[in-house]
Structures are given as structure tokens and as C-alpha cells.
């Protein structure tokens, strides 16, 4: 077997939290046309026009508050799962981000010239469930850039890994302390895509949200439907946690814009659960495998204040798997059944 490096891609962060970085970093990102699939003119019009002047400083804001002496929580992280990967696998571990740095360009240069002896690269998403906008944008905008650099190595994707027993067993691990808190429901809070993917990525072009229990009537649709996943993915975890089913469900978070997107709506759920009896809530964030804006700010501020100031009594955000053992056993796993 010839020389095998394994290239971990993750969602991105802003290079620093000023609104200056921000606003670059949210151009690249809403810009992407699996993001914001609309025609380029209003794409370019409502992000460059509107959503960035408007969301940019807000969002500055916001970074600042989960900043770290090392920088993006998002990036650091990354780094310290490729350094134990690493360790575990012996292989050579490098890291690209979807948006800003550092870019597939440069892991791809840096492999090339650092391994000319390389003959695969195989590129793991860390994005469990397929989604346009974040496994099928990342994937794509990698392969792309190995195409347009001629490089001598190959290049593999890792497929999503949302059923993945070893992913199922390191995310119901990374919970089953918390279940010791006094709590009376379990919210798996999913990141949100709009409906309108689901019927785009569907490959039957007539099953994702056009039948009745469309994620639970076999379908081809179900190998890149985002909805389905997670589904799945709260449904095994639950399964080997021993969950009653009506002790936990599961939700979207992060909308953007009025079109329709999949719910329930964190948000929503957050502030209904009180008046429903639920004082005591955990939360997990599955479609993120490390602590990000989404989870830190988002989910352990944001959505605390909500579910108080709606009467709830007790809330526990659980850290995303970071660089958990059982996560990097995972990853080790998923390596060795790619390569089988």
C-alpha cells in the first residue's frame, strides 16, 4: 500500500474576531451557492448589500464573547484532534477549512510538499450528516481544488458517518454523565438547512418532503438526506442510551431568512418545553463534532437565557466530542473501514 495522508476539513472561523475578519468571513461563507442557492445576482445583492453590513458587527459581537487566548475555538480544536488523530493512527494529519484559513489550497500544497511520496489523500468531513450546505460544499470545493492543482496523490471522501457505530457510541458516551443531572428531556439541536435542499439534493427528485413519513419509507433519497440523518442519528444514540421515547427529541437551529426551513425550531422548542412541564433540559449538538459559534454562543448562551427567561428551572449544554477518546477512536475506525 502506498503512503496514506488523512486531511481533516471542518466548517471555518473568522481570522480574528473583528467586524473587519467577520465581514470576510461571512462573504466567503453566505457567497457559497449551496449556502444561499439562489441566482448569483441576488445572492450577491442580499449578501454583499444587506445580510453582511447588518450581520457582520452583530457577529463580531458575538465571536468576541467565545475567543480564546488561542484563537477561534473552532480552529484550536481542530488542530488538537489532527495532533492526537495523529498519534493514534501514526498516519501524517493535516487540516483545511470549508471557509477562510486554512484553505484546501494550502494543505493540498503543504501535503505535496512535504509527502512527495503520497499516493492518496483521503479527506474526512467533520460533518456526520449529508447536507448542501455543509458535507456536499465541503467536499466539492476539496475536490476541486485537487483537480485544479494537478497533484500527484489521489484523492478519497470518507462518506457521512451519522449511523457509524462507533460515532453513535462516542456521542451517546459523551452524554451519559449528564444523565446523572436532574433533568427531564433530552434535546438533540440539529444545525438548520432550508426545506427547499432536501428536495434538491434528493436524487429520485420525488420522495424528500413530497410523501407521507417521507424519512421513514426506504429510499435512495436517504444516502444525502440531511433530515433522515439526524433522525437516525438521535434514534440510535437514544436506542443505546436506553432513552424512553418520550424522554428526548430533536430539533433545528441557525435560520436564516423567511423561506421554510426543516423544524421544529430550537428556539421554538426552547421556549415551549416550560409551559409543557419540561424545567429541567440537556442539550446536545450532534451535527457539530467541535465547540463552535453555534454551540458556545449560540446554544450554551443564547439558548439558556431562552429556556430561563420561558421558566425553565435547569439547563446543561453538553460539549460537542472535541477531541474525546471514543471520538478518536471513531475517527480511526472510519479511517480502516474507508481503506477496507
Not at 428551572?313 to 477496507?340: F, G
Request: hydrophobic share 35%; aromatic share 10%.
Amino acid at each position: 500500500m502506498g503512503k496514506k495522508i488523512l486531511l481533516l476539513g471542518n466548517l471555518g472561523s473568522p481570522n480574528s474576531p473583528t467586524t473587519k475578519d467577520v465581514r470576510t468571513y461571512l462573504d466567503e461563507f453566505l457567497m457559497d451557492e449551496r449556502v444561499i442557492d439562489i441566482p448569483y445576482p441576488i445572492r450577491y445583492f442580499l449578501v454583499k448589500g444587506i445580510i453582511v453590513p447588518f450581520r457582520a458587527p452583530q457577529s463580531a459581537k458575538k465571536y468576541k464573547t467565545i475567543w480564546t487566548k488561542e484563537g477561534s475555538p473552532l480552529i484550536t480544536i481542530t488542530n488538537q484532534l489532527a495532533d492526537l488523530v495523529h498519534q493514534k493512527t501514526k498516519m501524517p494529519v493535516y487540516v483545511c477549512m470549508r471557509y477562510a484559513n486554512p484553505t484546501p489550497k494550502f494543505a493540498l500544497d503543504a501535503i505535496q510538499r512535504e509527502h512527495p511520496d503520497a499516493e492518496e489523500v483521503i479527506f474526512l468531513p467533520l460533518y456526520p450528516h449529508y447536507a448542501m450546505s455543509s458535507y456536499e460544499t465541503a467536499v466539492e470545493h476539496v475536490k476541486a481544488n485537487h483537480e485544479q492543482g494537478k497533484y500527484l496523490f489521489k484523492l478519497s471522501v470518507i462518506k457521512p458517518y451519522y449511523n457509524d457505530e462507533k460515532y453513535i457510541q462516542a456521542l451517546a458516551e459523551s452524554i451519559r454523565p449528564y444523565l446523572k443531572e436532574k433533568h427531564d428531556h433530552i434535546l438533540f439541536s440539529y444545525h438548520g438547512i432550508p426545506v427547499r435542499h432536501l428536495e434538491k439534493t434528493d436524487p429520485t427528485k420525488n420522495h424528500c418532503a413530497k410523501c407521507d413519513n417521507c424519512c421513514n419509507v426506504d429510499s435512495a433519497a436517504h444516502a444525502v438526506c440531511y433530515r433522515h440523518q439526524v433522525k437516525v442519528t438521535t434514534e440510535l444514540v437514544a436506542e443505546q442510551l436506553g432513552l424512553n421515547k418520550d424522554s428526548f427529541s430533536f430539533s433545528f437551529q441557525s435560520r436564516l431568512g423567511s423561506d421554510k426551513w426543516l423544524q421544529p425550531y430550537t428556539a421554538a422548542q426552547l421556549k415551549t418545553f416550560p409551559k409543557n412541564g419540561i424545567a429541567n433540559l440537556i442539550v446536545v449538538s450532534p451535527a457539530f463534532v467541535s465547540d463552535c459559534l453555534e454551540t458556545l454562543e449560540e446554544i450554551q448562551v443564547e439558548g439558556k437565557e431562552e429556556f430561563e427567561e420561558a421558566g425553565g428551572e435547569h439547563y446543561i449544554a453538553v460539549p460537542c466530542l472535541n477531541t474525546n477518546s471514543l471520538w478518536i477512536e471513531a475517527i480511526n475506525h472510519l479511517i480502516q473501514k474507508h481503506l477496507s
